[in-house]
Every structure is written in C-alpha cells, then in structure tokens.
C-alpha cells in the first residue's frame, strides 16, 4: 500500500513558478512510475508528466519547456517545478504512482493561476 500527500498548490500570477511536491509513504518507491496529472472544471483528469524509476521524463506536450518533474528515492518524493504559468494552467494537480498491477493517486491539491 502506498500513500501518497501532494503539497505547495496555490494562487500565482501569470508567468509566475510554483513546485509542487509529493511525499509517499510504502516500500519499494525506486521501482514505481511517478506523475503528475491534473483536472481542470468540467474537464478530464490528463497526463502532465511521468517519470520512471531510471528517471526518463515524460511530458504533455501543453507543458514542455515549462515544467520540469523529478524524483528522490531517498525522500520517497517527486516534484513538479512549473515555470511561465498560465491560466489554463489552472487545475487540481494530482500525484500518482504506478507499478504493473497497481496503481495510486494523492487527494490533489490546487493550483490557481490569475492577476
């Protein structure tokens, strides 16, 4: 069983940088598939970025250039660093980690970006 608790959401001005971070608990961290999703209003949950236990990136093709995700095993934490912030950027920014046969997500956390 993993648990995972994403932290730093909020309210930032366009063209601002937020990260946002995500600790899990559970054993074997280092071998699950990371990422990071959001769900917009009225929208369906979609694919930021994903980073797997060699640490090869993945990202939407909406945030490259801007975000950047990474990991560490030793903190069981993966992060997302989001620069030049948009307001369709705005959304609840879930964590989830994956490995065959599992699969688990964080309650979310909210990322709001307007002036």
């Known amino acids: 069983q993993v648990q995972l608790v994403e932290s730093g959401g909020g309210l930032v001005q366009p063209g601002g940088s937020m990260t946002l971070s995500c600790k899990a608990s559970?054993?074997?961290?280092?071998?699950?598939?990371l990422g990071w999703y959001r769900q917009a209003p009225g929208k369906q949950r979609e694919l930021v970025a994903t980073?797997?236990?060699?640490?090869?990136?993945n990202y939407a093709a909406s945030v490259k250039g801007r975000f950047i995700v990474s990991r560490d095993n030793t903190l069981n934490s993966v992060y997302l660093q989001m620069d030049n912030l948009k307001p369709e950027d705005t959304a609840v920014y879930y964590c989830?980690?994956?490995?065959?046969?599992?699969?688990?997500w964080g309650q979310g956390t909210q990322v709001t970006v307007s002036s």
């Open positions: 989830n980690a994956e490995r065959p046969g599992l699969n688990y």
């Open positions: 559970g054993t074997l961290f280092s071998i699950y598939v």
């Open positions: 980073i797997n236990s060699s640490k090869s990136v």
